[in-house]
């Protein structure tokens, strides 16, 4: 496994996102309340350029006529057709076996790394 850096950590504040290639592939590096997150930058679903689409929440589970909002910058969705993913994981809110590749973060001396391998 190889750390790649990829910006500091100040580049990246709560609530962004930087988009960066490394090692070939282009990777949406996520800041969610001071923890960093990266997914791959490609929709299973046709292609799309995932990270390009809007930072939202979610509705949560609630009773019949109420709907509870959560969840909020932790998920991405498609900008070409909706689709949604979980930012942490990579896993779509629709389907178990739908997502696209997350990849671990770590941040030394200030710099963020993306771990491939």
């Known amino acids: 496994m190889a750390v790649y850096y990829i910006a500091e950590a100040v580049d990246i504040p709560p609530g962004s996102h930087k988009v960066v290639e490394v090692s070939g592939r282009s990777i949406g590096v996520y800041n969610i309340k001071g923890e960093f997150y990266a997914i791959h930058n490609y929709c299973p679903h046709e292609g799309a350029p995932l990270c390009k689409g ?19 910058q932790e998920i991405v969705r498609c900008p070409w057709h909706g ?3 979980d ?8 389907n178990d076996k739908t997502r696209t590749r997350s990849y671990t973060t770590q941040v030394d001396e200030g710099k963020i790394g993306v771990v491939i391998g």
């Open 83 to 85: 689709w949604e993913f």
């Open 87 to 94: 930012i942490k994981t990579g896993k779509s809110l629709f």
């Open 54 to 72: 809007d930072v939202c929440g979610t509705t949560l589970d609630s009773g019949v006529y109420e709907f509870i909002y959560g969840r909020d």
